[in-house]
């Protein structure tokens, strides 16, 4: 049997390597790992989903027509639990950044396979106790879990749920510690810190994130647990504690987990603004130590979620200051990508529709972000649908828009199969569309007075709501969309080549799917990510030269 | 493209010194992340002595600082013991790698006996945490000392617990020749991991036991 | 400030000049997010456009990016930044101080209501009678789990926590009827924690004050739970009493055995009812009895209305 031949006579990679469940589940290569991933945060993402099409029905009229009121305070809450924990956190990282890291820096694995099968494992056990509590009945307690209530007044499965999200972030952990040490000791020869796409800086910020963060979130959910289940008082002040240690604790590692969310995407939307300008990236060293800062300072600003909670004012002035400067990193990167697409090949591929579209909503997300840190704006609009508005610009209009982008850009690197151009290009305008009419009436309904987390509201409040509520439908269809036609060209779809997009990049020279062990041929690098011109800084024209749409250089791979 | 690996070298490494590196670094990351994971513990620590000083003072007085001191010196020796394991690994000695760990299992497992000791002491005086607490004295809020003194010292012991049962499952592999000079990252991996767990009984004992000494 | 109209169907009226403040800054706040967004979307739209590929193996220009350019992207946000964070802090400040002269309520916050009690010591429930052109100031406790006090129009909200108190003061300009929101979830029937302050002609004030209302006059005082809890045995005006005097205690500042000091407000008045020995004022000894479990919300607010009562 050829190294490079399957029995059939087919080229040899890693989906047809072996076949069989065993071969899945206990496989080892990041590339499996990764669709397993794929799979199981899929699940996720619908659940919460179908969550969210539930809280929709029940806001488009003031009154409780649909649910109980306690139904609905665990919709929102499962919903927040399963989007956050299960679905966004993993999301680019697990599957994306799993699949690429490896191929983005010429390594054959990441540095720990096993450690990476057992994440897979971990997160679905995680799943499994979160699905136990949803079975049971949920909880509802809010995502946020804010004691006195969750210790003691609440009368759900508050214990299951802290066990998911307890167990979700080892997965996270040993996620972030495979990633770090794979992109400091497994780079190919010549491949030197700042040659590296922006993808992988992103992921090394986002890991570092993790590592620093997970552990305080999750000894806090174990004193909970501990508070709940055995009485000990540690948050409730009935039994000597202090509830705003809670919230110092748990958002010491929840603001944080915002940018485990967003930089991954920020990463993808990197690779997507260069290979659909096929053009360097305006700013290189700024958009990298911008992702860097973001995570640093990402940990100095938690206390701007706690502006009302009886923290003194002056702790309040401290903590706005610091969160305005989180926001110079990310309007850097903004301006850089804007840069980018000047005097770029700007071509409208499916992936680049996502990628401008994050632009712009990641822009409305951030600029809303730097009002709530305005203490005095803040102190009207805290904890409104202002705030739902907000974070749902930056996690669904930023996070998962990078998501469906990256995951559009290398589908024929993954699959080596191509979906059909037209609806992949409508479900990205119906999803922006209604992602826009979903959340921007609840700016305004924020400010106007309706609190978040409201089964029932003052009927005045309807009409933005029903706007809302049609809104989620067209991006509800706007979701189902790629799940038809990405099933549909895994069977179907025109085979993909190894570059379809001409893009440069280690993983657009290897085969579309890749072999096994990546590459056949172990990489050396002597270019600049990004080179597509020969006097680009490194270019020698040899990256575009294997890149080049036309170019009919034998495969790599 | 090697098709044969040298033994104890995973595929996707290029070499033994690689495989090394990556192995004590992820180590390395991992324990930055066991700092955060008791750091949470710290800073409760810290907010509710500094708002019980009196109430941590008296907690503090009612452990027993002579048990905890020699918890603390046996802690120390199992760090050493541990340290001749790495250095028998180091020279290829594998029957020495057996018998230091198992040394060390002595001593840890000396420690957790005395840990239960002195466990059951507080519960039997009802220093439990709880609904079923008990405290004569004056102050006020002793029962949050008792809350951080048990979370502490049992996330601590449940660390111990885990390298213990690490170490039960190393000892055959060394005896049985898998670790070599060349290839006994586990070893020494898990070193770095027994040593860490001693730091942090370093911290949690003056913090927990001297509190009111001098 | 008048740059716009007082009525509007996309944001609340205004009936507090706190209210036109935080308009002002949050107006500010959206026409810098506008022009960004605009400027960025514009930008991004005529490139998209103007660059669009015209050859499948097209490759972008080549643009070195300029320091200065970093440098003038970086600094003109953060100065834009820093002036919302000034302004924001000052409006902010203003928000949270009360003014000296305020009028004093007491805010309980309970699932799923509002439980209020005025100076003069009538009391209600979810529903809160101000004089207009008086500062209000609430001090608002919680009985059970976190709340959160807003009403829209003032655009001020304070978290209500148990344990302790947090306080919240606003001036309202116009009489008028003014939605109360739960804003911190706090459990099932949250969205219906809601009430309503009614802002009255100080005239008017005084005679639903005095008038036929539904307001149960204080069966105690604080003077009967000072007396009934045995405080006074103590808490003498007597060089030889065993506990420190309470006469002109409240905002003076203390200075507590271990060295530390601090001003004796609400928080400090209740944390001594309730922990006596968390801090012991020099010169007395460690005698009193901890009231935990033995005075409820109520009464810790009656005594510590007493209190402050007590001045030279």
Redesign the interface.
């Known amino acids: 049997m050829s190294e490079l031949a399957n029995n059939f006579g087919r080229r040899l990679h890693y989906l047809n390597a072996d076949y069989g469940v065993k071969s899945w589940l206990l496989t080892r290569d990041h590339k499996r790992i990764a669709l397993l991933y794929l799979a199981s945060i899929s699940l996720f993402f619908a659940l919460g989903g179908l969550m969210a099409v539930g809280i929709r029905l029940e806001l488009a009229t003031p009154g409780a027509d649909l649910v109980q009121?306690?139904t609905y305070?665990r919709l929102f809450t499962m919903h927040g639990v399963l989007m956050i924990f299960l679905f966004l956190i993993p999301s680019i990282p697990a599957t994306l950044g799993n699949f690429l890291i490896p191929l983005m820096i010429g390594?054959?694995?990441?540095?720990?396979?096993k450690v990476n099968l057992a994440s897979w494992y971990v997160y679905n056990i995680a799943g499994l106790f979160t699905l136990w509590a949803v079975a049971q009945g949920g909880v509802?307690?809010?995502w946020t879990f804010?004691t006195?209530?969750s210790t003691?007044?609440?009368n759900s499965y508050v214990v299951a749920t802290a066990l998911g999200v307890f167990t979700v972030g080892f997965s996270s952990?040993m996620t972030?510690?495979?990633f770090?040490?794979?992109i400091?000791?497994?780079r190919a020869p010549g491949l030197t810190w700042f040659r590296l796409p922006l993808f992988v800086w992103a992921h090394y910020a986002t890991s570092l994130v993790i590592?620093?963060?997970?552990?305080?979130v999750?000894?806090?959910i174990?004193?909970v647990a501990?508070e709940r289940i055995?009485?000990?008082?540690?948050f409730?002040?009935?039994?000597?504690?202090?509830?705003?240690?809670f919230q110092?604790?748990f958002w010491?590692y929840s603001h944080p987990a915002v940018y485990i969310m967003i930089l991954p995407s920020m990463g993808v939307i990197s690779e997507l603004i260069t290979a659909f300008?096929?053009?360097?990236i305006?700013?290189?060293k700024?958009i990298a130590f911008a992702s860097v800062s973001i995570a640093v300072l990402g940990f100095l600003v938690w206390g701007h979620h706690m502006?009302?909670?009886?923290q003194s004012?002056y702790a309040?002035?401290v903590f706005?200051?610091l969160s305005?400067?989180v926001?110079?990193p990310s309007?850097?990167k903004?301006?850089?990508w804007?840069?980018?697409?000047?005097?770029?090949?700007?071509?409208?591929d499916t992936p680049m529709l996502y990628a401008?579209g994050f632009?712009?909503l990641f822009?409305?997300g951030g600029?809303?972000g730097?009002?709530l840190?305005?203490?005095?704006?803040?102190?009207?609009v805290?904890?409104?649908y202002f705030v739902v508005a907000h974070f749902h610009y930056v996690m669904v209009g930023g996070a998962i828009m990078g998501y469906l982008g990256g995951l559009h850009f290398w589908w024929p690197k993954i699959t080596g199969r191509l979906y059909p151009v037209f609806w992949s290009k409508f479900s990205a305008i119906v999803i922006f569309v209604g992602f826009n009419l979903t959340f921007f009436p609840q700016f305004?309904l924020g400010?106007?007075?309706m609190?978040?987390?409201?089964?029932?509201?003052?009927a005045d409040f309807q009409v933005l709501n029903v706007m809302s509520s049609a809104g989620a439908t067209i991006l509800g269809v706007g979701y189902l969309i790629p799940l038809f036609y990405f099933f549909w060209s895994m069977r179907y779809g025109e085979r993909a080549d190894r570059n379809p997009w001409?893009a440069i990049g280690l993983e657009w020279m290897t085969g579309s799917p890749p072999p096994t062990?990546n590459f056949?041929e172990p990489p050396t690098v002597d270019w600049d990510a990004y080179a597509?011109?020969p006097?680009?800084p490194g270019g020698t024209g040899e990256a575009?030269d294997a890149a080049?749409?036309?170019s009919e250089a034998p495969e790599h791979g | 493209m090697a098709e044969i690996h040298a033994p104890g070298l995973a595929h996707h490494f290029d070499s033994y010194q690689q495989q090394k590196e990556a192995a004590f670094f992820g180590m390395w990351v991992f324990l930055a992340t066991e700092v955060l994971f008791f750091g949470g513990l710290f800073c409760a620590y810290l907010v509710y002595r500094s708002a019980n000083p009196e109430a941590f003072a008296a907690g503090s007085r009612e452990l027993d600082i002579v048990l905890g001191a020699i918890n603390t010196a046996v802690l120390i020796g199992s760090s050493l013991t541990m340290a001749l394991a790495v250095h028998a690994a180091q020279v290829g000695k594998r029957k020495m790698i057996a018998a230091w760990m198992g040394a060390t299992i002595l001593l840890g497992g000396t420690f957790l006996g005395i840990k239960v000791v002195e466990y059951s002491h507080k519960i039997h005086e009802g220093h439990f945490p709880g609904p079923n607490f008990v405290w004569h004295g004056p102050e006020v809020n002793v029962e949050m000392f008792f809350n951080v003194y048990f979370l502490m010292t049992g996330l601590h012991a449940l660390h111990m617990i885990i390298g213990i049962g690490i170490m039960l499952v190393l000892i055959p592999l060394a005896w049985k020749g898998r670790f070599t000079p060349e290839s006994h990252n586990y070893v020494e991996g898990f070193g770095l991991y027994w040593h860490f767990v001693d730091i942090v009984w370093i911290f949690l004992f003056p913090l927990l036991y001297l509190l009111d000494v001098g | 400030m008048k740059f716009w109209p007082e009525q509007s169907p996309l944001f609340p009226e205004r009936a507090t000049e706190i209210a036109r403040e935080v308009d002002a800054i949050y107006f500010f706040g959206l026409g810098i997010a506008t022009i960004f967004s605009l400027l960025i979307a514009v930008l991004v739209v005529y490139f998209a456009v103007r660059y669009r590929r015209r050859h499948p193996d097209e490759v972008g220009e080549r643009e070195q990016a300029p320091a200065w350019l970093e440098l003038v992207w970086s600094i003109i946000p953060l100065g834009i930044l820093l002036v919302m964070f000034a302004w924001g802090a000052d409006v902010f400040f203003k928000a949270r101080r009360a003014p000296a002269d305020a009028v004093e309520y007491y805010v309980t916050g309970k699932q799923w209501m509002w439980k209020f009690q005025h100076p003069q010591g009538a009391r209600e429930i979810n529903d809160l009678h101000v004089p207009v052109g008086v500062p209000v100031k609430l001090i608002m406790t919680s009985e059970d789990v976190i709340h959160s006090f807003w009403v829209p129009e003032f655009r001020v909200k304070m978290d209500v926590l148990p344990g302790r108190y947090t306080t919240l003061w606003f001036e309202v300009d116009r009489p008028g009827i003014y939605r109360i929101f739960c804003n911190e979830y706090c459990g099932v029937e949250h969205s219906l924690m809601r009430g309503s302050v009614i802002a009255m002609e100080p005239a008017d004030y005084e005679e639903w004050l005095g008038g036929g209302q539904p307001l149960t006059a204080l069966t105690r005082t604080g003077e009967q739970v000072f007396a009934e809890k045995t405080c006074n045995t103590c808490h003498k005006d007597e060089a030889a009493a065993l506990g420190p005097s309470l006469t002109g205690l409240f905002g003076t500042e203390r200075e507590f055995q271990d060295g530390s000091r601090t001003i004796a407000d609400e928080n400090y008045i209740r944390q001594s009812i309730l922990e006596p020995r968390a801090h012991l004022v020099m010169g007395y000894q460690a005698l009193m009895p901890t009231f935990q479990g033995q005075v409820d919300e109520e009464e810790l607010t009656l005594l510590i209305n007493y209190i402050k009562s007590l001045q030279d």
């Open positions: 009121p306690d305070n390594a054959k694995d990441l540095a720990f396979p509802d307690t809010g804010y006195p209530y003691t007044y609440s952990i972030a510690v495979n770090i040490v794979t400091h000791r497994m590592i620093l963060g997970t552990p305080v999750a000894v806090t174990l004193m501990a055995l009485r000990i008082g540690i409730d002040p009935a039994l000597g504690g202090d509830p705003v240690l110092h604790l010491f300008t096929r053009k360097r305006f700013g290189y700024f502006f009302l909670s009886s004012v309040g002035a706005s200051v305005m400067l926001a110079v309007a850097i903004v301006f850089n804007t840069a980018t697409l000047y005097k770029g090949s700007v071509s409208w401008l632009i712009g822009t409305i600029l809303t730097v009002m840190a305005t203490l005095g704006i803040d102190i009207h805290h904890d409104t305004l400010y106007l007075g609190p978040r987390r409201y089964h029932v509201y003052p001409g062990h056949h597509y011109l006097d680009t575009w080049k749409p036309t």
